[in-house]
C-alpha cells in the first residue's frame, strides 16, 4: 500500500465530513486508507463516519489521549509506505497527494514533506515552514518578534528545506516515523510536530517544503486562544527545550512567565462572523435552501469572475472541484474582505471561518 491517512478527530464532525470528502477525492487513484482516531467525541462524528464513510477505518479511543498519542495509536495499524498526519480541520484538492507522493519518490533522502497552507480566508499561514525553536528563536517568539520562529527566507510558493512542519499536514515514510519513534507522547497538545521534525533532522534526514502544493486549514478549530492554549503552548516549549537544550535560566524564566501571563491575559476565543453585504454563490443553479438558511437573497454565478469586499461567497463542491476551490481562496486579493464559505457535495450545511484564530461557522440547510 502507498499512503495511509492518519487523521485524529476531536468534537469537529462537521469539518471532519468536508475533509474526508476532501480526502477520498484525492486518493481514488492510489493505493491507500484513511484512519480516523477519534479521541472520544461528544458530537456526532463516529455516527456521521460510520454512515456515509464505511470504509474508513475508524479508532474509538476511550478517553482523550491528546495528540501524540492518538497519532501514534493509527499509525500503529497503518500499512502504508508513506503516511500524511492529516488535521479534521482541512481540505485537500484532487490532486494534492498524487502530486506530492510524486515529489517524494524522486528525493534522495527525505525526511518529512509538508506543503503551503491557507486559512479559510486564503491568507498564507507561516507557520507552514517554521525554524526549530532553540532558545534564540524561542526567546524572540515570546517576545513578540516571531520572524525568526519561520523560515522567511523561502518563499511560500518555492520548494526548499525548512526544519519544522505544523502537524496539521506532514508526510513521511513509515520507516522513519518508526525509526525516530513517532510523536513523543509527553507532549499532550502542541510541539510534538516540532519534537518529530527535529528528531527527523537529527537523524540525518532532509525536511522540504513544497510550495507549490496548497491545502486549507481552518485552524481555529484546533489552535483556540484561550488559557488552556498558554499553558501547553508554552509548557510544551518547556518540555521541548528541556529534551534536547541545555538548561538556560533566561529560558526558563521567560516560559514561566509566558504561562503566567497568558493564563492571565489571553481570553477565550469567541465566534466571530462578519455581515456581509452580499451574497454570491458560485454553482450552476441558486438553492434555496441557502436562501432559507442565511435569511438573504443570493446571486449565482457559475464561475468566480471577481473578489468584492464585503461579500460572502458561497463554493458549491457540487460543481467546483476541491482543487478549484482552494484555488479561488489563495487568489483572494491582499486586502480584500470577501468572506469564503464551502457547500461540500451531498452534504445538508455549509461551512467556513473568517479567521484562524476564531473557530468557524456550520450552517445547516433544512426542508423545514
Partial sequence: MKLSVIILNYNVRYFLELCLKSVQAALVDIDSEIIVVDNLS?????????????????IQNKENSGFSKGNNIGVA????????ILNPDTVVAENTFQDLLRFADQQSNLGILGCRLIDGQGRFLPESKRNVPGPLVAIKKMLGFPKSYYVSDLDEKNVG?????????????KEIYNQVEGFDEDYFMYGEDVDISYKVEQAGYNNIYNGKITIIHYKGESTLKNQI?????????????????????????????????????????EITHTNP????????????????????????????????ND?????????????????????????????????PKNSNFII????????????QLSNN
Fill in 42 to 58: 461528544s458530537d456526532d462524528s463516529c455516527n456521521m463516519i460510520k454512515t456515509l464513510f464505511p470504509k474508513v477505518k475508524l
Fill in 77 to 84: 495499524q497503518a500499512k502504508g509506505e508513506y503516511l500524511c
Fill in 161 to 173: 528545506n525548512a526544519p519544522v512542519f505544523v502537524g496539521a499536514f506532514m508526510i513521511m515514510s
Fill in 229 to 269: 492554549y498558554a499553558k501547553r503552548f508554552y509548557g510544551a516549549m518547556q518540555i521541548f527545550y528541556d529534551k534536547h537544550f541545555k538548561s538556560n535560566v533566561v529560558f526558563d524564566t521567560l516560559v514561566w512567565f509566558g504561562i503566567k501571563l497568558g493564563a492571565i491575559f489571553l481570553k477565550p476565543s
Fill in 277 to 308: 453585504k452580499h451574497y454570491i454563490l458560485i454553482a450552476t443553479e441558486k438553492n434555496t435552501l441557502i436562501e432559507k438558511a442565511i435569511q438573504h437573497n443570493i446571486i449565482c454565478h457559475p464561475q468566480m469572475v471577481s473578489y468584492e
Fill in 311 to 343: 461579500t460572502e461567497y458561497i463554493l458549491d463542491n457540487n460543481h467546483l472541484s476541491f482543487k478549484s476551490i482552494i484555488e479561488i481562496l489563495s487568489n483572494t486579493p491582499k486586502n480584500c474582505t470577501a468572506t469564503f464559505k464551502i457547500l
Fill in 352 to 363: 467556513g471561518s473568517n479567521s484562524s484564530k476564531t473557530r468557524g461557522a456550520v450552517i
